[in-house]
């Protein structure tokens, strides 16, 4: 009998929670695949043409981007209009150009123009405004914005006894990457910075030099992601780098559930380390490497349920993510509550920024 009574509890959440209808989405993105920011001095590919340069989205990166618009418009058909409308759709970007660009085409993928928006029936494609802030005060996206707390917690924890402890562990594989390199490798930034740049070789079939091999990649990758994850290390450091992206989310929803004329379909552009710090403040992981377009999506219900989902790439699934600090059925108020700690009532304040 009890089976049976847990059994009919099953399935009427199943029918309440399909009865909600979607009221807004929050698509937070990793930029498509780049070229190296940086080589090193004993790199065998230091003098390849990149087209645009160091730092750009190559053809590939590109071609994800538009894809990644277009697999958001088949996942969210029902729910993303026919046509483009400033009202309705917001792209926010960091200042960094391969960001800009990825926005760009993740907004021809999502909207091409149809009927009466074609304005060259040669160039299915129309302009979709991009905003962004400066990189020294943009506190959402790119997150270098001045914090002096957060500043002196950060050296801190870069003079922790953790670091101190990976610094030890890793002393033998920053000698062998030294020699080889010809660089000076001595801490896991420099590793992550090396590791990102050998990845986009492969990525474009470029040959690793003989002294790199699958277990050395993978290693490496651990590495990075560790250093990914000292950025937001304590609460604090949570708090004031993916608390606030957290926060603006929350503060856009409670304007639509309070009948407010704000977007449905909020759409971000960033970087590996945003995913991170966001990811990091809602306690879904310890530590990640986010593939390039990697996804992050939020979404509110008209019942004031919110769902998180992460999408590891497009070609892969999209997975619902379990809120730690939420009940299963997480409603606006109930998340407010449990991620209070993460989530700044003012940043300015708190950082001691003057605006």
């Known amino acids: ?70 697999e958001l418009r ?4 029902d729910f993303i209009p026919k046509y483009y409308w400033p009202v309705d759709v917001n792209f926010s970007s960091s200042s960094v150009a391969r960001c800009l660009t990825s926005a760009e085409l993740v907004g021809a993928g999502l909207f091409p123009p149809q009927d009466v928006q074609i304005w060259n029936p040669d160039l299915l494609w129309q302009p979709i405004p991009i905003h962004y802030l400066p990189r020294n005060v943009d506190n959402l996206l ?13 050296r801190q924890v870069h003079n922790s006894s953790k670091v101190l402890q990976y610094n030890q562990a890793y002393e033998n594989l920053y000698e062998y990457l030294t020699i080889h390199t010809g660089m000076t490798v001595d801490n896991i930034e420099t590793v992550e910075s090396l590791h990102n740049t050998l990845e986009i070789y492969q990525m474009n079939n470029l040959s690793l030099p003989y002294w790199i091999n699958d277990t050395l990649m993978a290693q490496m990758k651990i590495i990075a992601a560790q250093n990914l994850a000292i950025y937001s290390e304590t609460n604090y450091m949570k708090r004031m780098k993916g608390g606030y992206f957290i926060k603006t989310v929350l503060d856009l929803m409670k304007s639509s559930l309070n009948s407010k004329k704000v977007p449905s379909i909020n759409m971000y552009a960033a970087h590996d380390l945003t995913l991170v710090h966001v990811m990091r403040a809602l306690d879904l992981i310890d530590t990640l490497k986010p593939e390039l377009g990697a996804t992050l999506i939020f979404e509110l219900y008209d019942d004031e349920q919110i769902k998180v ?29 449990g991620y209070q700690e993460f989530i700044p009532e003012n940043w300015y304040e708190e950082c001691q920024v003057k605006i």
């Not at 999408?311 to 998340?335: A, D, M, S």
């Open 309 to 337: 989902y992460y999408w590891e790439n497009w070609k892969g699934k999209i997975e619902e993510q379990l809120l730690p600090h939420c009940r299963t059925i997480c409603r606006v108020e109930q998340f407010q509550e």
């Open 74 to 77: 088949n996942h969210y058909n």
């Open 142 to 154: 790119t997150m270098k914005s001045n914090c002096t707390e957060y500043d002196n917690q950060f």
């Open 1 to 70: 009998m009890m089976f049976f009574k847990r059994l009919l509890t099953f399935f009427l959440c199943v029918l309440y929670v399909n009865a909600a209808n979607l009221k807004q989405i929050h698509v937070l993105f990793r930029h498509g695949e780049r070229s190296p920011r940086s080589t090193y001095p004993k790199d065998p590919h230091k003098d390849f043409k990149w087209d645009g340069g160091l730092g750009q989205l190559t053809n590939n990166g590109k071609l994800q981007m538009y894809i990644l618009g277009q």
